[in-house]
């Protein structure tokens, strides 16, 4: 956001409204960021939800003035961080106004529903309410998409009219989101609809139909269909089908699909975060392999962290940049370099430091028993590897959680941190 509201001659109240807006924008910007990065961790989070809540605060307490500022700079520029300051101030006042306001621009500009929705799910529910039921109450399919996908969020049932609506309602945006919130909310009395969207040719509601079932125990069917997506390099929700697959299948079929990825060149990424994911020893030596490999280092290394609990800077792992290594991603979603993203954020492992420290320390890991973070998997190890470790450890454990009985409701990793 630049300085477009405000010259230097305004009044001081007015330049500390509009540093408030843009330094709430930039911080939830970075909060978007920061929970899916492989090193955020809760404490984190929490630091960066309680700068963020200050600043939303300090437009709060300015009533109109403060409303009225972060209006003019959605206006100005909608944009996603934007988009969350408005609504998140929206949420403190029962005015319809400013919905209808905020409803032409999220139509016009819809990059900005994803700043939009997160602030609805940023936002305690009781304050987030009455926004969300008035997207309930819309004809549009994408109000209501919106109002669902908050109140799954929250991880609160909408109640049956609301769910059994949009699963009848054949619009596909309205129809995926709700399919996604069976599973979410372990909404068991809605079986049938997944059942019979299952083989839906539209992709994403074939895929919320298996990936909900499996949650709810479907470990057959359902996994027959993941186990195929898994292995499609281009639908959109390979790694989410891969990651849930490889957790709920028994561990002798899960070794198998890893095998099998490995066989297709185009499948050996999948491979390596399968490895990771599935967490057993005897996958580091493939792993240790696969770091000398510049495209797979910094996920075989990731993967190599996950199992053993160690990390490569801090236990002095890490490795040079090689001078082969991939360019990273740019902004084009047509490049095939895009998904590399992730990957950006990892440290380059030293293979020949990793074999070595794997050398010393194999022997106090079990064969055939699945690892994570250098223990057994069990429902201590999860609980303390949800509180305590990073954002992409504790997505996966919330799976775990799930399939192990341990939770009902899927744990939103996403979630506000800071209580205050």
Not at 18 to 30: G, K, P
Not at 303 to 329: H, S
Not at 359 to 368: C, K, N, P, W
Not at 388 to 416: D, F
């Amino acid at each position: 956001m630049n300085n477009y509201i405000f010259s230097q001659e305004k009044p001081l109240i007015e330049s500390i409204l509009y540093h408030h807006s843009e330094d709430a924008a930039f911080l939830w910007q970075q909060r978007d960021r920061f929970v899916r990065a492989p090193h955020t961790y809760p404490d984190d989070l929490k630091k960066l939800d309680r700068q963020l809540a200050a600043h939303l605060e300090g437009l709060t307490v300015a009533d109109q003035a403060g409303w009225d500022l972060a209006w003019q700079a959605l206006e100005a520029f909608p944009e996603e961080g934007e988009a969350f300051v408005t609504t998140a101030l929206a949420t403190k006042s029962s005015s319809r106004q400013r919905f209808e306001l905020l409803q032409s621009v999220i139509e016009s500009e819809p990059s900005t529903q994803r700043g939009f929705l997160a602030a609805l799910a940023w936002t305690d529910f009781p304050s987030a309410k009455t926004i969300i039921d008035h997207c309930h109450a819309h004809s549009s399919p994408l109000w209501q998409s919106l109002g669902l996908a908050a109140t799954a969020l929250h991880r609160i049932h909408p109640g049956d009219d609301v769910l059994n609506r949009a699963l009848n309602s054949g619009n596909p945006l309205l129809q995926t989101r709700a399919l996604r919130a069976v599973g979410e909310l372990d909404s068991k009395k809605h079986w049938r609809y997944l059942q019979q969207t299952l083989d839906d040719p539209d992709l994403a509601c074939g895929f919320w139909s298996a990936w909900s079932m499996a949650l709810l125990g479907d470990h057959d069917q359902a996994l027959n269909k993941l186990c195929q997506i898994a292995q499609m390099p281009d639908h959109p929700h390979q790694h989410k089908a891969l990651s849930l697959t490889l957790r709920a299948l028994p561990i002798q079929k899960a070794r198998s699909l890893i095998k099998h990825l490995c066989q297709h060149a185009n499948l050996i990424r999948q491979a390596v975060m399968g490895a990771g994911l599935l967490g057993l020893p005897e996958s580091v030596p493939f792993l240790i392999e696969q770091m000398h490999s510049p495209s797979q280092a910094r996920i075989a290394g990731h993967a190599f962290c996950t199992i053993t609990g160690v990390q490569l800077d801090e236990d002095n792992l890490e490795g040079e940049v090689p001078p082969e290594a991939p360019e990273g991603p740019n902004d084009d979603p047509e490049d095939d370099r895009v998904d590399l993203a992730f990957d950006d954020d990892l440290f380059w492992p030293d293979a020949e430091k990793v074999a070595a420290w794997w050398h010393r320390h194999s022997s106090g890991y079990l064969e055939g028993q699945r690892h994570l973070l250098g223990k057994p998997i069990s429902e201590a190890c999860l609980t303390y590897a949800f509180k305590h470790g990073s954002q992409i450890i504790r997505r996966g454990v919330a799976l775990e959680q799930v399939l192990s009985g341990q939770c009902a409701t899927l744990p939103n990793t996403n979630k506000c941190l800071f209580d205050g």
